[in-house]
């Protein structure tokens, strides 16, 4: 079968690279941490800038993305919209909050080689904007675009847990017919596959406080009851396959040892593979509580709760994965396949509203949340050629992919 020609905007990505280098350490010299609300403000502005210069016909809108007490005060998110009454409607998107926060020792640039960028948020997710936008340009550069609207949704708080901004990801549903998630690749190139579900709980414990050396002793040491508990819980993934139970924190007692401890607390992260394992887990989560509440004196409380769903791999996300394997034979990059990862990203709340995507199509970096995070930046280039590829051939229905029932276009 001979491969369709490739538009020449897309062949000449790579020989844009030292401009995008450029421009991921301009961004990456703005702390955005997911509580600093001014630098994101000036994150944002920075990415209005960006697309809007490029895609001067595009409508540019700023959505409120409030969530009090978790996002600071006026957190905002970008929608940039074009040819929203096109037959065929994708969703592009990203965060450009990072874990660094202002007061981080980790700031600013270092490139550790002529192609390596040592930076906050250099693929965790700027990185992954910046190839958007590159895939962007190629793709309206190449012949056809018309085929295509799309909307590319870029967010605050997604390292906090998209309190703000869920809302958006799970009634896109509502307008695309499928999602791009420019999260960074694994390191070896791989895309992803799925996405364990996330959860949060906060165990407290409460005893009774006594002297330690009173006979007998009528006191209820809440941090061994919380122990037995955490133990017991931190065993629940051995007969819960896909199942991962992670003790976070623990604190208890008070600064006196001869004080039988009355109050300990522990913080708890749960993982789920799938959207059938959570009933399970809380079922055994909640016999371990009843547990403890059934001795004399102790009372156990679990607060807190499941955040992310499980992104689980639809049928339709297979074919795109096989359209962007097959882009990438097209241009002479190296194969790769996808896989299934334990961290969650706004990926799961898409495919919670049942949107099928694809997550971990940015470009290739590691050592995320690290002040070792890098970006490899010519796979900006690269991964933006197979991003642009493929919404090529969307758009000329070389490559399909469902049609979904739509909202009317509003503009
Ligand atoms: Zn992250």
Redesign the pocket.
């Known amino acids: 079968m001979s491969v369709p020609s490739i538009p020449d905007s897309i062949l000449r990505l790579p020989s844009r690279t030292a401009e995008f280098g450029a421009l991921l350490a301009r961004w990456c010299a703005i702390n955005s941490g997911s509580g600093h609300g001014a630098g994101l403000e000036r994150m944002r502005l920075a990415l209005a800038d960006a697309f809007s210069q490029s895609f001067p016909a595009a409508k540019v809108e700023i959505l409120a993305s409030d969530a009090p007490g978790r996002n600071p005060e006026g957190a905002k998110s970008l929608r940039i919209r074009l040819r929203p009454a096109a037959p065929r409607q994708v969703l592009l998107c990203g965060h450009y909050d990072t874990?660094f926060e202002a007061d981080d020792p980790f700031q600013g640039c270092r490139w550790t080689d002529a192609d390596t960028l040592n930076a906050p948020g250099a693929s965790?997710m700027k990185g992954g904007i910046l190839t958007i936008l590159a895939a962007l340009e190629a793709f309206e550069a190449a012949p056809g675009a018309s085929g295509l609207g799309w909307e590319v949704l870029l967010t605050p708080d997604e390292?906090t847990g998209s309190h703000g901004t869920r809302a958006l990801f799970l009634e896109a549903r509502q307008r695309y017919d499928f999602g791009f998630v420019f999260e960074p690749a694994r390191p070896n190139g791989d895309l992803v596959h799925s996405r364990k579900g996330t959860g949060v709980f906060v165990a407290v414990c409460h005893g009774r406080a006594s002297h330690a050396a009173k006979i007998p002793n009528d006191g209820r040491n809440a941090i061994l009851a919380l122990a037995e508990f955490l133990l017991a819980a931190s065993r629940i993934p051995a007969e819960l396959p896909g199942v991962l139970v992670n003790v976070g924190n623990i604190r208890g007692g008070s600064a006196a040892s001869n004080v039988v401890p009355h109050l300990a607390q522990a913080e708890i992260d749960v993982r789920v593979t799938r959207l059938s394992d959570r009933e399970p887990l809380l079922a055994r989560l909640q016999a371990l509580v009843d547990g403890v509440n059934a001795r004399e004196g102790f009372r156990l409380e679990l607060k807190g709760g499941m955040n992310r769903p499980p992104k689980e791999c639809m049928a339709a996300e297979e074919h795109v994965f096989a359209a962007w394997q097959a882009a990438a034979a097209d241009l002479g990059q190296p194969a790769f396949t996808w896989v299934h990862t334990g961290g969650a990203s706004d990926g799961n709340f898409l495919s919670a509203g049942g949107l099928p995507n694809l997550d971990g199509v940015g470009p290739i970096g590691d050592q995320?949340?690290s002040d070792r995070e890098f970006c490899r930046v010519p796979t900006v280039a690269s991964r933006a050629q197979l991003a642009a590829l493929v919404l090529h051939r969307i758009a000329h229905g070389l490559v399909p992919i469902p049609s979904r029932p739509r909202l009317p276009a509003t503009t």
């Open positions: 874990v965790d390292e995320l949340h």
